[in-house]
């Protein structure tokens, strides 16, 4: 159970394109999604969270009109990295969870390459 | 989040029990500690998590001192694919944001 799947594994684009990631919960209802950011030879950062109906909470530093986070259902969550620039290239990684006490289980992330 | 520390790296013997050790000290009576664990190119897989009992499920099993500020993970058997970077994290109760420090990078040999 608490399966996450991540959509595109993937993406090479070019500079000033626009990517949406998926992020879904297969196998149970997420009250509350995460969008994290991996750069090479670095921990996780955390980029937004997303409640199902509601605005995004974005950390300090994350523009969030650069990065647009959609959760209009309790399994589906999109990031969508906008007019993206070499400089946004990295392993973006989405998480779930059902309630607030149960832990985060996490797709298996998004490389994203622009060239 | 409550401060943790974790060594950088440990080799562990396959076959052998794997226990990683986390340094908790600035806990809160109501913070979980979680544990994760990072094998190269993928998210981020959940282990297990605790508050003050020690747990144990398929995978692994936390003992939590009874002051609870330290924790370890013990992998009973550990294998070639154990091999990661497992995250110790005790995140702040309200809105269960999870900080991902350094970890500890395993390196299970044979």
């Known amino acids: 159970g608490a399966v996450v ?18 992020c879904r919960s297969l196998d149970f209802q997420a009250t509350t999604m995460f969008w994290y950011r991996q750069f090479p030879k670095q921990s996780l950062m955390l980029m937004a969270t997303s409640n199902e109906g509601s605005k995004a909470t974005y950390e300090q530093g994350v523009e969030k009109d650069k990065f647009l986070i959609n959760h209009a259902s309790l399994t589906l969550s999109t990031l969508t990295v906008t ?4 400089e946004d290239s990295s392993f973006y990684i ?14 298996d992330g998004t490389r994203l390459s622009i060239l | 989040d409550a401060k943790t520390t974790q060594p950088t790296s440990m080799d562990c013997a396959e076959g052998r029990a794997a226990n990683l050790p986390c340094n908790h000290s600035t806990i809160s009576g109501n913070e979980y500690v979680y544990w994760y664990r990072q094998i190269h190119s993928q998210g981020p897989q959940y282990i297990i998590h605790g ?21 370890t993970l013990i992998l009973p058997h550990a294998t070639l694919r154990d091999t990661a970077v497992y995250y110790c994290i005790a995140p702040k109760a309200a809105g269960n944001k999870l900080t991902f420090g350094g970890g500890t990078r395993v390196l299970v040999k044979p």
Request: aromatic fraction near 2%.
């Open chain 1, 5 to 22: 799947s991540q959509h595109p594994s993937r993406v090479i684009c070019k500079s000033g394109t626009s990517v949406k990631i998926e």
């Open chain 1, 94 to 107: 989405c998480s779930a969870r059902q309630g607030a006490r149960q832990p985060q289980h996490f797709g």
């Open chain 1, 83 to 86: 007019s993206a620039h070499p």
């Open chain 2, 51 to 71: 508050l003050k009992n020690n747990e144990t499920n398929e995978m692994a099993s936390l003992i939590i001192t009874e002051d609870r500020k330290s924790s």
